[in-house]
């Protein structure tokens, strides 16, 4: 089995959680293991946010786009924003326990089993994607392969 989706999302804290339940219903549609499905959309959420807060600057479009592949026994999410970007080779600290802030980019390090943040291909802006191999439920509807 092989689906994918993409999201076109306004630079709002409510976009957050549209992305989630979206990826959530996805995933509980193909059968794929409760577990896996709630780490992925804590992942995209903490990548999603960090779209949101860090994602646009002046003369930069106010959206981002998040693309959910489905591909055999592996999901691949991609969260692409229009903003200035960041030194993407510099390593990513933990944040200090009573931190508010700083912990997403090492969560989502955490959830998934492959992570790439980079620049976005010949513009501003950053991408951040990740992988997970998948598990699937017992009574999985959609086939695997």
Do not use: Q
Not at 68 to 84: F, H, M, N, Q, W
Request: glycine letters at 10%.
């Amino acid at each position: 089995m092989s689906m994918w989706w993409s999201l076109h999302l306004r630079r709002e804290a409510a976009s957050v959680p549209l992305a989630r339940r979206l990826l959530l219903g996805t995933m509980e549609t193909a059968g794929v293991d409760p577990e896996i499905s709630y780490d992925l959309s804590v992942a995209l959420g903490e990548a999603c946010a960090n779209a949101v807060e860090h994602g646009g600057a002046g003369g930069t479009p106010a959206v981002y786009r998040v693309t959910a592949y489905l591909d055999g026994e592996k999901c691949r999410i991609e969260v692409t924003d229009s903003g200035p970007g960041f030194a993407h080779t510099r390593r990513i600290r933990p944040a200090r326990p009573d931190a508010e802030h700083g912990r997403g980019l090492a969560l989502i390090r955490e959830l998934a089993d492959h992570v790439h943040i980079g620049p976005k291909p010949g513009r501003r802006g950053t991408v951040v994607s990740f992988d997970k191999i998948l598990k699937w439920r017992d009574d999985a509807p959609l086939p695997a392969v």
